[in-house]
């Protein structure tokens, strides 16, 4: 069955980077782009940016152009997050998500999340 | 401040019919299909309708989707307990080469 793996809760300081993995399993990875949304406590889903696993083609959100970079790891058929120079209001838990159409919003298959927490 | 519209706010009493609705633009909703997906607190989101009012399956037919020019509308018929969640509305959109969600609406069932 599909399943995105995501990898562990992080605490970090204001100013450091962040590198979320999501593994994905189950099912051809070069079919389907892999987006990246985040939620922060008590509050909505906000998109941040997609890969296309096929050819490593990105598109980011512009409120996280400069700060984001999601690669696509073809030794290990991994999906990673870099988010840089966070700050306390980046406090969320990050998901990644199977887009089953390109260019759809249609995200069939969801990680578990992972809880970043920015904090001095 | 979320691109789509949703009211914040939902609630019915079990057995009753309740719509949320979501607003957007020509470049989003007015050009592409919207799709659904229900939250529980701590838990990932799930998809509940694609392409407008299409049911994945497992999804029960008391949810229905249906869109209109550049708004949509998620009505679940026959409340129950365990539709207490979060809805999100999404739509591509062709300005930003992304998906664009709603602000989300919390359903409750008193």
């Known amino acids: 069955q599909v399943q995105l793996v995501q990898s562990g809760t992080e605490v970090k300081r204001p100013g450091a980077s962040v590198k979320v993995s999501c593994k994905p399993s189950g099912y051809t990875f070069t079919g389907y782009y892999i987006h990246w949304v985040r939620q922060a406590p008590g509050q909505g889903l906000e998109w941040m940016g997609w890969i296309n696993p096929t050819n490593g083609g990105t598109n980011y959100a512009q409120k996280f152009r400069g700060r984001v970079i999601v690669t696509w790891d073809t030794s290990t058929s991994t999906a990673y997050m870099d988010l840089t120079r966070l700050r306390s209001d980046d406090t969320a838990v990050y998901y990644c998500?199977?887009?089953?159409?390109?260019?759809?919003?249609?995200?069939?298959?969801w990680g578990q999340g992972t809880l970043i927490t920015v904090s001095s | 401040q979320s691109v789509l519209t949703q009211p914040p706010s939902a609630s019915g009493t079990p057995g009753q019919r309740v719509t949320i609705s979501c607003s957007g633009s020509s470049s989003n909703i007015g050009s592409n299909y919207v799709y659904w997906y229900q939250q529980v607190p701590g838990t990932a989101p799930k998809v509940l309708l694609y392409q407008n009012d299409q049911r994945p399956s497992g999804v029960p037919d008391r949810f229905s989707g249906a869109k209109s020019g550049t708004s949509a509308s998620l009505a679940i018929s026959g409340l129950r307990s365990d539709d207490e969640a979060d809805y999100y509305c999404?739509?591509?959109?062709?300005?930003?080469?992304?998906?664009?969600f709603g602000g989300g609406t919390k359903l409750t069932v008193l």
């Open positions: 998500a199977r887009e089953f159409y390109d260019g759809s919003g249609y995200f069939d298959h």
């Open positions: 999404v739509a591509w959109d062709e300005s930003l080469s992304g998906p664009v």
